[in-house]
């Protein structure tokens, strides 16, 4: 059997898509199970990122650029997303850190 470059792009494309599928899934449960908020903040990071991946890896295998704007502006987006998430997490952390010493001095 003879392989040309589109049909061994054609497979490499759908396994890069498939181990995508997979590690996004795997993700996931580390989102839903993770036992601080730390681990699923990093986690959505990983999706998000695995995401921005799919959609380039997608981009190559439909041959159509547009998803790869698309998986720039969600980049952007899930960039944000993530600071947001972190900012959060360190102001709550530091006011219940607070309140732990106000109790204590009472």
């Known amino acids: ?7 061994i792009l054609q497979l490499t494309s759908r396994l890069t898509l498939t181990m995508l599928i997979v590690s996004i899934a ?3 449960i580390r989102l839903v199970r993770g036992p601080q ?3 699923r ?8 990122v695995l995401i921005v991946a799919f959609l380039g890896a997608y ?4 041959g159509d650029t547009t998803f790869l704007d698309l998986a720039i502006a969600y980049a952007l987006i899930a960039f944000l997303g993530t ?3 972190a900012r959060f997490l360190i102001r709550s952390h ?3 850190g607070e309140k732990r010493t106000k109790r204590k001095a009472s």
């Open 1 to 7: 059997m003879i392989f040309d470059g589109h049909t």
């Open 26 to 28: 795997l993700a996931f």
């Open 37 to 39: 908020a730390a681990d």
């Open 41 to 48: 903040i990093v986690s959505l990071d990983l999706i998000s």
């Open 59 to 62: 981009a190559v295998y439909a």
């Open 83 to 85: 600071v947001a998430l």
């Open 94 to 96: 530091r006011r219940s």
